[in-house]
């Protein structure tokens, strides 16, 4: 014999007593639980779908705002005697962008030591000195060039310079010298 | 030095002429500007250049022959060209050369009086720069190099080679007056040989502006002798107006329209990128305040505004009477002075009192006042704004007074308290000295000084509380003030126009220049290619950005801690002509 009832809990979700009777002295209750409600599963299913992909497009754009504006995938420096040097960064998404420094500005391009003494090594850089417009004997700038590299350590320059300068001899154009640098 | 040759990129493909332009010899390079083409009479060709020099004191003169040739070279042309070299001299004679369809550039430079051996011209190295004309006539360096006057000419040699480039191209609008195609004596090949450009509508706005801007120029003094009047100095109108920031903001408008519809031309393109700017900011203003005004007038928005606003009114000061109330019993658990708490808090509670009376008496009018308010959103959206600023800082006018009692109640206690301190441990200020100064007080001086101290300090809880509470009320309505504020300066400030040029046209703001290498033959002159470089985005704001009302926090947050601490009144947006309070 069975008998059945339904009764509601404290949140008021269904619930539904079932009784069965063996025999005098056999009884079995049967409780069962308010069912998975499908719009709380819907809201709580949405509501992760939306933060993850949330999360994903915050990291897609934050990924293309890294190509645009940090990782930048190719610099050249273009050196045109009685022109000027030129110094493009091109980024990985493909923007370039450009600084032209006239002759007349430029007091020399040297290769500046520099001395790391807790950390014990020496590093080598090369940078342009900018004239002071006001006083032409003063260096208003120094403006380091190939800034995504770094710099470079001392063995790398010897043979950086030697083959540069055996280019220069080489090259028939001897006023102009692109240099690029990946 | 390398000779350095610019040319244009529109005669690249010209016929084959004579090459005009400018020589500048510190810095061994040579601007050709056009190609005058066959057939040409000498004289003819040097009135010409003599009329060009006189109207823009340029230097233009005959550089040099160009050469558009066949496969075939034309030895008759050949020796004609090197004859004109004889005609019109120039020291050194440029010699250009290009193979028709072929990218082969040649080019020569001879010099005849600096001789390498006797009697025979020595020849210079010469590298090409092809330069897109128009773009370089139109645009304009950043920062602007100041060359020196026009009387002087020629004296260049302290500014940079790329800025002479600029400047000969954008003075010499002469030149570009007669074309190839025009019946005149001479025929020119230059920017505008790639079609003349005009328009009908510009030409049409040059015309009327002329009338249009005299007419705006007499209506804006007009308007501003009005309220130059003295009727508007009589007290208390100046003071209602140095508080407002709608006058503020309309007097600050007027200003720029004055100055745009002013008759005299802009001096230098700054002005002009400035004259610009400020009428692309006021026709901006107008179409948002005209949006605004539209979507309030529609589906009567001003009765459901005017409507809301006694109740919302009324829910702040109950919402007010309901925190005096908590403040008069045990707040955050607090134990007040409970005479004190009953004097503050029913002296509070009567202003309210008040004004809810005030706001009940003038519910009848708000909707008509409301809706000659909204008119005024046609003058602007910042004129809207300003007002709407205006109207928060009059309906919590009740916030500001609990703020300004609270703060002089405090004040007073802070400076007796530190006072009575000082003579608690037997000092005292010294007025002449600025400095504390050790004293000897009577017994009975002491004795009152300690006693009073000791008051002051058992009730410092209740006056700071009630200093605290009300001066985070005035905080927040500064706070929504100063949003309100911010965004009025940014439709001030922001330099659209320049915005947009250098979106839609960016060779016009340069801030450089860039070279690129054209393909390099072995044997053949270098060719690079100059192209401008615009500028960045930052420094367009930066550069052209309008004087705002100057309405900024004049306190570092340190000052304004300090202020605070101390009970001193705080005025965040100080306005110009204010007096203290």
Redesign the interface.
């Known amino acids: 014999m069975e008998d059945e009832r339904s009764f509601s809990d404290i949140c008021g979700g269904r619930l539904v007593l079932q009784r069965r009777y063996y025999s005098p002295f056999c009884w079995e209750f049967c409780l069962t639980c308010p069912g998975l409600s499908l719009c709380s599963l819907t809201a709580v299913t949405c509501t992760v779908c939306m933060i993850l992909s949330a999360a994903i497009f915050i990291t897609l754009l934050g990924l293309l705002g890294y190509l645009h504006f940090v990782k930048i995938d190719q610099e050249t420096l273009?050196i045109?005697?009685?022109?000027g040097i030129?110094m493009?960064s091109s980024y990985a998404s493909g923007k370039e962008s450009?600084?032209?420094i006239?002759m007349?500005?430029v007091k020399d391009v040297v290769i500046n030591e520099a001395i790391y003494i807790l950390q014990q090594k020496v590093i080598y850089y090369l940078c342009i000195l900018l004239k002071d417009p006001v006083e032409p004997h003063k260096i208003s700038q120094v403006v380091p060039v190939f800034q995504c590299s770094g710099p470079v350590l001392a063995e790398e320059w010897d043979s950086w310079i030697k083959w540069w300068f055996h280019s220069k001899i080489s090259e028939?154009?001897p006023?102009?010298f692109?240099e690029t640098l990946h | 030095m390398v000779l350095k040759a610019f040319f244009p990129t529109c005669c690249a493909s010209a016929d084959s002429g004579l090459l005009v332009g400018r020589w500048v010899p510190e810095q061994s390079s040579a601007i050709v500007l056009a190609v005058v083409h066959f057939p040409f009479i000498p004289i003819q060709v040097k009135e010409l250049l003599a009329q060009v020099q006189q109207a823009s004191q340029v230097g233009v003169a005959v550089l040099g022959t160009w050469c558009h040739r066949q496969q075939e070279p034309e030895e008759s042309l050949g020796h004609f060209l090197e004859g004109l070299g004889t005609i019109f001299s120039h020291e050194p004679w440029l010699q250009l050369c290009r193979e028709r369809g072929s990218k082969s550039w040649s080019c020569k430079a001879i010099r005849q009086q600096v001789p390498v051996a006797p009697g025979v011209p020595s020849e210079d190295q010469v590298m090409l720069i092809f330069y897109d004309q128009r773009k370089v006539l139109l645009s304009q360096l950043h920062p602007p190099t100041v060359l020196p006057d026009h009387q002087a000419g020629d004296a260049v040699a302290s500014s940079g080679s790329l800025a002479v480039v600029f400047d000969t191209v954008a003075r010499s609008e002469l030149l570009f007056h007669g074309d190839q195609y025009d019946e005149g004596p001479v025929r020119l090949s230059h920017w505008q040989s790639e079609g003349v450009e005009a328009s009908v509508l510009g030409e049409l706005a040059k015309r009327a502006s002329g009338p249009v801007c005299l007419l705006l120029a007499c209506l804006l003094s007009l308007v501003s002798a009005v309220s130059a009047c003295w009727l508007w100095k009589l007290w208390p109108l100046p003071f209602i107006r140095s508080k407002l920031s709608t006058c503020e903001q309309l007097r600050h408008r007027l200003e720029h329209l004055t100055l745009v519809f002013s008759t005299q031309r802009a001096q230098s393109p700054t002005q002009l990128m400035r004259k610009a700017n400020m009428l692309v900011s006021v026709l901006l203003d107008v179409a948002l305040g005209l949006m605004l005004l539209s979507w309030l007038h529609s589906s009567n928005r001003i009765g459901q505004l005017a409507d809301a606003l006694v109740p919302v009114a009324d829910r702040v000061a109950e919402e007010l009477q309901h925190l005096l109330q908590w403040l008069m019993g045990a707040p955050a658990g607090l134990k007040m002075n409970r005479a004190l708490d009953q004097v503050l808090g029913r002296f509070f509670l009567y202003h309210i009192h008040l004004w809810i009376s005030y706001i009940h008496l003038m519910s009848p009018f708000i909707e008509r006042i409301l809706w000659h308010v909204g008119l005024s959103a046609c003058l602007g959206l910042t004129v809207a704004l300003s007002i709407l600023s205006d109207i928060i800082a009059l309906l919590t006018f009740h916030i500001y007074c609990f703020y300004v009692y609270g703060a002089r109640l405090y004040c007073l206690k802070i400076y007796g308290l530190s006072s009575l301190w000082r003579l608690f441990r037997g000092k005292k200020w010294n007025v002449l000295r600025q400095r504390v100064d050790s004293c000897s007080y009577n017994l009975d001086q002491l004795f009152i000084g300690t006693l009073l101290f000791t008051i002051l300090v058992f009730l410092l809880p209740t006056t700071a509380l009630y200093y605290l509470v009300f001066t985070l009320l005035r905080l927040l309505v500064v706070t929504v003030q100063g949003l309100i504020h911010l965004l009025v300066d940014l439709i001030n400030s922001l330099p659209l126009y320049s915005l947009g040029l250098r979106l839609c046209r960016p060779y016009r703001l340069a801030a450089g220049v860039k070279f690129r290498v054209l393909e390099h033959e072995a044997g053949r002159p270098l060719r690079l290619l100059m192209q401008i470089n615009p500028l960045p985005y930052s420094h367009v704001v930066h550069t052209y950005r309008l004087p705002s009302c100057g309405c900024h926090p004049k306190h570092s947050w340190g000052s304004l801690c300090r202020k605070l601490f101390f009970g001193e009144l705080i005025y965040p947006w100080r306005q110009r002509g204010d007096r203290q309070d």
């Open positions: 273009l045109i005697d009685s022109l030129q493009t450009t600084t032209f006239e007349g500005n028939e154009s006023y102009c692109p």
